[in-house]
């Protein structure tokens, strides 16, 4: 299960998984072109791309995080 959280000063979300609650996974945020939206996944360190729109990102960086965490449980197992 992912969690999202906005912060209220820069407007960034922040996406957590239940296994670390606290420490972010990826992030969505708007660029200087408020148009465009960079997402960020910090699990594997490649996953980073821009978007038109707010749920593209959010669904690419969704799609980077499951990416991640496939690999993570294939080095551990």
């Known amino acids: 299960m992912i969690t999202t959280k906005r912060c209220p000063h820069t407007g960034v979300v922040n996406f957590f998984v239940r296994a ?3 420490l972010a996974v ?3 945020s ?3 072109n408020p148009r465009q ?3 960020r996944c910090y699990l594997d ?4 791309g821009v978007a ?3 749920a593209i990102a959010e669904a690419n960086l969704r ?3 499951a990416r991640g965490r496939e690999l993570a449980a294939l080095r551990v197992g």
């Open 26 to 28: 990826g992030s969505v």
């Open 52 to 54: 038109d729109d707010p």
């Open 30 to 32: 708007q660029d200087a």
């Open 45 to 48: 360190g490649q996953g980073a």
């Open 37 to 39: 939206f960079v997402w």
């Open 63 to 65: 799609r980077a995080i």
């Open 20 to 22: 670390d609650p606290y």
